[in-house]
């Protein structure tokens, strides 16, 4: 009975053992997953902020469209690209780029609007198509 006792006290031991690897396993996994989501989710909101850049620029608020423009290039640096990719030479580009306000603004609105191209592009390459 002993034996028996002992037996199953180790039989339960080692599925509980195995189980909590699993479990482990999936939650490593699953926090990847996460890490992933939020790199795409702050490379879509820094394409929703070249699109307010171009909003701001339309109403002629061109410090609100600085900011934006900022905000933009932020969090394309915060999504982690590689220093080789695309969107890692666009953050550089959308940092050093210094929106001039003036009467003609077909210059700006066409810079902005190849960054949100340059961008799509980007996302498309990875898999991941704007809608």
Known sequence: MILAAGASYVTGRIQTAARLDLAEKEATARTADVAEQTRLLKRYEARRRLHLVLIALEAQNFGIAKEHQAAAARLLLQSQPEHSSELFKLQGTMTKYQLVAKE????????????????DVALAASGVAPK
């Open 104 to 119: 003609d603004l077909s210059t700006e609105r066409a810079v902005v609007l190849e960054w949100a191209k340059r961008l």
